[in-house]
Every structure is written in structure tokens, then in C-alpha cells.
């Protein structure tokens, strides 16, 4: 009986054990819903997908509690990883910060530059300024898993930490740029709202209900405010405790954050977010012209996140690492250093999230973002997967200086 027990525990996990526990195959079951939404989007099926979404549940529209509600969930997640990364992880020090987030600050600015530069002269379009400005970590994450042993962890650890401080940004932006005509009322319900989280956090409160209870009325009031509601999620998230719970052996991982990080990550990265690109990445291509595709609009786009997150996410990294300022990842070598840049130019899942709400209004623009998210997301991919495919996997050891503490 025990030698049966004995191996039933060294019995290695199964393929789809394996296949929900990496944290890169999110991507891949996002791009099967992107792809399902294209194919959706141009069969005989077409009115039927498009009906589906505007089809009301109450107050709102299926696109828009997906939008609105699912997405809300997706921002708590979201910033859950930011606030444990910089508190408890990789970028809970300055020295950590420093390449992945000078090379986060080049990548927004420099796509922003570039879609500007194409839609300077069009006030309408250049309201949607940050849509290239955006790195979807499970697309990119999800490339780089094709990819295997070919690419040093350090690489990914990089990816991951840059998306975090990437995030944090798109978010600011969504806050400061994309909100509507404001509540007084709401705000102050909701601000009212917030205060009791902070309360809670610092009694020292560690049950998780409350706060999510308080989270769906913290939601409802930013709703109603004209703020964007997934800002309350990533509002909810900064006041739930990194602290453990009292009494709990296993110290940080007992915390109502990690709790909570752990009870989404999946539902996030196999449900919502997927769920998110299918319901807004079907776009028919029945009257796409090459004018469509040579549009100021979407060329901002594409080009943004092609060649801009290329030119920012490296250069800035590169003039980082020359200054003394940080170390390559170690392991790894420029032309891998270009290669992830690349991967960086994968916006779909923000960037498609910002267009929506650039023009809110306007669907044959929001059919140009999406024109140009997709090719400009699908060149970098590509081209990023093949550089890092042939890159030499290690530089010697002379080439690389020891890592910052």
C-alpha cells in the first residue's frame, strides 16, 4: 500500500494540470478566442455574434457588463500584481525598478509620440493617443512559452515586472484621461466607500468579504460617477492587506492578497480575459479597402506598437544599462534583449480596452483600432518570436556584469 502511495505522489502532474498551472497559457487560450471572434465576426454566424453582445441584461448591454463588470475583475487582479510586486516581489526595491521601469516609461512614450505624429492634424483621432501605448503581458507571456528553454527566465521575470509597471501606467491613464462627465455625488459615495476600506485594512481586518462586499458598492458609485468602473477594481485592490493572517504558520502567503491573487488567477486568465477578446476582437473585414489600412488611425496604431514599443522599450533599456544604471537580465544578450522589446509591441488586451473608450461612440474608428491593433500586435509577435528563436542563448561570462542588489 505505501509503495502504491509513494508513487502516486511521485506521479508527475497531467498535460492539462501542467496547462493551467503555467502562468504563460493564458495567452494561448487568448489567442484561440481572438481568433474565434475573426472567424465569428466573418461566417454566416456574423449577426448572430454581433446581436449577442448588444443584447441587454438589465441596465446594461452583454458588451457592456463584460466591459464594465468582468473587466472591473480583471483591474482587481491586475492591481493585486502591482501592489504584491512592489511591496513583496520583484520590484520591491529600487535597483529591481529600475530597468524594467525606465524601459516601461520609454515604451508608453515613445508609441504615444508615434500615433501622434500620424493623427496630429485630426483632433477626433488623436484622442486615442495611448491605444498603442499598452504591453499585454498574457499574449506576450503566452509567445515567449512557445519559445521553451530558449529564452532565460531572467528574460521573463523582465517581461513580467515591465507589464506590471505597464499596467500601473495604462491605468493612470484610463483614470486621469478617459473618464466622462463627472458625479459630485457618486464620487463622494465612493470616496466615502474607500475610507472604510482603509479602515478596515488598518484595524487589522483579514476577512476577505467584507472588502469584496464594499468592492461591489465601491464599483456601482464609480460607475454611476463617470470615472471608468474597472478603476474601482484596481482602487479595492491597493486596500486589500498584504499582512498575514493571525495565528497562520505560512506568514505572507496566508495575507488576504495573496489569498485573493490566488482565487482569481485562474478565472482571470481562463475566463474573463479570454472572454474579453472574444466579445471585442470580432471585426469583419466584408468592405475593408486598402485605404482602411493605410488610415492615419490605424497606422498610428499599428506602427505605435511595432516600431514605438520597439524604439522605447529597447532604447530606453539600452541607455539604462550603458549608464551603470542596471544590468542586462542575466543570461541573456542584446539580440534577446531586442527580441523581447518586440514581444513588448503585443497590445491587444489594454490597448483594445483603451480604443473602446477612446471612441466610445464611433465603431468605424473603433474598427480602425482594432485593424491596427492586429496587425501591429500580430507583426511584433512574430517578428519578436523568430528573433528570439535564433538568438544565441547565453552571452559569455566576461560580457555580463553582476546584477544590481
Not at 158 to 182: C, H, M, R
Not at 350 to 372: C, T
Request: hydrophobic share 55%; charged share 10%; net charge neutral.
Amino acid at each position: 500500500m505505501s509503495d502504491g502511495i509513494a508513487t502516486a505522489r511521485r506521479r508527475p502532474p497531467s498535460m492539462l494540470r501542467r496547462f493551467l498551472d503555467s502562468e504563460a497559457s493564458g495567452g494561448l487560450v487568448l489567442m484561440a478566442a481572438a481568433a474565434l471572434a475573426l472567424l465569428l465576426a466573418n461566417s454566416a454566424l456574423a449577426s448572430l455574434y454581433f446581436e449577442a453582445l448588444h443584447l441587454y441584461l438589465g441596465p446594461l448591454s452583454l458588451q457592456h457588463w463584460i466591459n464594465d463588470g468582468l473587466m472591473a475583475v480583471f483591474f482587481l487582479f491586475v492591481g493585486l500584481e502591482i501592489k504584491r510586486e512592489f511591496l513583496d516581489g520583484q520590484l520591491a526595491t529600487w535597483s529591481r525598478r529600475a530597468l524594467p521601469g525606465i524601459a516601461a516609461a520609454g515604451g508608453m512614450a515613445v508609441p504615444a509620440l508615434i500615433y501622434a505624429a500620424f493623427n496630429w492634424n485630426d483632433p477626433a483621432t488623436l484622442r486615442g493617443w495611448a491605444i498603442p501605448s499598452a504591453t499585454d503581458i498574457a499574449f506576450a507571456l503566452g509567445v515567449l512559452s512557445l519559445l521553451g528553454d530558449r529564452v532565460p527566465s531572467s528574460l521573463k521575470v523582465f517581461l513580467a515586472a515591465l507589464a506590471i509597471i505597464d499596467d500601473l501606467g495604462a491605468v493612470l491613464i484610463i483614470a486621469l484621461f478617459y473618464s466622462g462627465d463627472l458625479s459630485l455625488l457618486d464620487l463622494g459615495l465612493a470616496a466615502g466607500v474607500v475610507i472604510l476600506l482603509v479602515g478596515m485594512n488598518a484595524r487589522g481586518v483579514t476577512r476577505l468579504w467584507p472588502y469584496l462586499l464594499l468592492g461591489a458598492l465601491l464599483w456601482l458609485f464609480v460607475l454611476r460617477s463617470g470615472v471608468h468602473a474597472t478603476i474601482a477594481g484596481v482602487v479595492l485592490a491597493l486596500t486589500i492587506p498584504l499582512h498575514a493572517s493571525p495565528g497562520r504558520p505560512d506568514a505572507m502567503h496566508s495575507s488576504p492578497l495573496h489569498r485573493l491573487e490566488h482565487g482569481l488567477h485562474r478565472w482571470v486568465a481562463f475566463g474573463i480575459v479570454p472572454v474579453f477578446g472574444f466579445a471585442n476582437a470580432g471585426l469583419s473585414f466584408a468592405g475593408l479597402t486598402v485605404d482602411a489600412l493605410l488610415d492615419h488611425l490605424t497606422l498610428g496604431v499599428a506602427l505605435g506598437l511595432l516600431v514605438g514599443k520597439l524604439v522605447g522599450v529597447f532604447g530606453s533599456a539600452a541607455l539604462t544599462i550603458r549608464l551603470g544604471l542596471a544590468d542586462l537580465p542575466m543570461g541573456a544578450g542584446w539580440l534577446q534583449m531586442v527580441g523581447v522589446s518586440l514581444l513588448c509591441g503585443i497590445g491587444f488586451t489594454m490597448s483594445l480596452f483603451i480604443g473602446l473608450l477612446a471612441f466610445a461612440n464611433d465603431p468605424a474608428m473603433q474598427d480602425e483600432v482594432k485593424v491596427g491593433i492586429l496587425l501591429g500586435s500580430g507583426l511584433a509577435g512574430l517578428a519578436g518570436w523568430a528573433l528570439l528563436r535564433v538568438a544565441p542563448r547565453d552571452v559569455p561570462a566576461p560580457a555580463r556584469r553582476q546584477p544590481a542588489e
